[in-house]
């Protein structure tokens, strides 16, 4: 079994408010447990991961030295922020795993995480904090044994810098994470009246896309659950976001309907929209066509799920 938790489900910028009640305002933080092997892990450090640490100190710490790994997707401001707030990095005998990628050679992940905690950002450095805190560096790998009967696949996803999917396996279960991420597009010239068209580089190019695009579908397939980025609406997405490393609602959708998933939490809510912007959304996307062999939903602060 491996229990599911949302602790922040937005992109970009915590929005709170009385708009913003309903699926919550924090950004992205998710928390896996696997009850049957005492182990515990969270899935990027957003704002939401502050509501979780207070969770942790008082059901968890109770019973001894909290032990857990922390997954970055990848460095974004959005997806480490609450690293400062969680509270177990303070704690003397907390055993944290901060696993990640990073996109330039020369910066270990410790440096790049760990930027935001100098004395010009934040009134606590990095060297003040007592728990035992270890950071391993993540690269694109199949088959990672993370012991206890859990394995972990890693894949490349489309962001502007590196950001990895997670495919973590517990005992059949699998659950998957593709954000933040966009379609890969061909980017070579692709109109024939284009001055610089260039027709065999327009076909290899859209020959990549379409197999990048593949291998990410076969990434999560069958999945139990995915968590897929789902900023925009495709209209949304052409207006001016292509680019941007995100996914209009609809390919998510569909990506995930021909990949075989069993529910689809669309995930990485923009922050302009309110929780009834939200639940007009899930009315025209969530229902019909859309759900008739796949649960989907607009992730919410708070739902838990057990795989």
């Known amino acids: 079994?491996?229990?599911?938790?949302?602790?922040?489900?937005?992109?970009?910028?915590?929005?709170?408010?009385?708009?913003?009640?309903?699926?919550?305002?924090?950004?992205?933080?998710?928390?896996?447990?696997?009850?049957?092997?005492?182990?515990?892990?969270?899935?990027d450090a957003g704002s939401g991961i502050r509501e979780l640490a207070g969770y942790m100190l008082q059901h968890d710490l109770p019973n001894g030295p909290i032990s857990t790994d922390i997954y970055l997707s990848h460095t974004h401001w959005d997806h480490i922020m609450g690293f400062p707030f969680f509270?177990?990095?303070?704690?003397?005998?907390?055993?944290?795993?901060?696993?990640?990628?990073?996109?330039?050679?020369?910066?270990?992940?410790?440096?790049?995480?760990?930027?935001?905690?100098?004395?010009?950002?934040?009134?606590v450095n990095m060297g003040e904090l007592a728990g035992n805190i270890e950071y391993l560096r993540l690269k694109e790998d199949p088959n990672i044994d993370l012991g206890d009967g859990i394995t972990l696949a890693t894949t490349?996803?489309?962001?502007?810098?590196?950001?990895?999917?997670?495919?973590?396996?517990?005992?059949?279960?699998?659950?998957?994470?593709?954000y933040d991420t966009e379609p890969f597009r061909n980017l070579f010239i692709s109109d024939p009246d284009d001055p610089n068209y260039d027709e065999l580089m327009a076909h290899e190019g859209e020959l990549a896309a379409q197999e990048q695009n593949k291998v990410l579908e076969?990434?999560?397939?069958?999945?139990?659950?995915?968590?897929?980025?789902?900023?925009?609406?495709?209209?949304?997405?052409?207006?001016?976001?292509?680019?941007?490393?995100?996914?209009?609602?609809?390919?998510?959708?569909?990506?995930?309907?021909?990949?075989?998933?069993?529910?689809?939490?669309?995930?990485?809510?923009d922050p302009e929209r309110s929780d009834t912007d939200l639940d007009h959304m899930a009315e025209l996307y969530c229902t019909g066509e859309n759900s008739e062999k796949m649960d989907l939903f607009f992730a919410k602060e708070g739902q838990e799920i057990i795989l």
């Not at 897929?228 to 209009?248: F, I, S």
Request: glycine share 10%.
């Open 87 to 123: 509270v177990p990095l303070y704690i003397p005998g907390s055993s944290i795993k901060v696993y990640g990628p990073v996109t330039y050679e020369d910066e270990p992940l410790e440096a790049v995480v760990g930027g935001q905690m100098k004395y010009r950002y934040f009134p």
């Open 156 to 178: 490349i996803i489309n962001h502007p810098i590196t950001a990895l999917g997670y495919r973590f396996t517990y005992k059949g279960a699998v659950f998957c994470t593709a």
């Open 1 to 43: 079994m491996i229990k599911v938790k949302f602790w922040g489900v937005r992109g970009s910028i915590p929005c709170p408010g009385q708009s913003t009640m309903k699926y919550g305002g924090n950004t992205a933080c998710i928390e896996l447990r696997f009850p049957e092997v005492n182990r515990h892990i969270i899935i």
């Open 218 to 269: 076969d990434f999560f397939s069958g999945a139990d659950l995915l968590v897929h980025d789902a900023q925009y609406t495709r209209k949304e997405y052409e207006n001016g976001k292509v680019g941007w490393g995100h996914t209009p609602i609809e390919d998510a959708i569909a990506a995930a309907k021909r990949a075989g998933v069993k529910k689809l939490a669309l995930f990485h809510h």
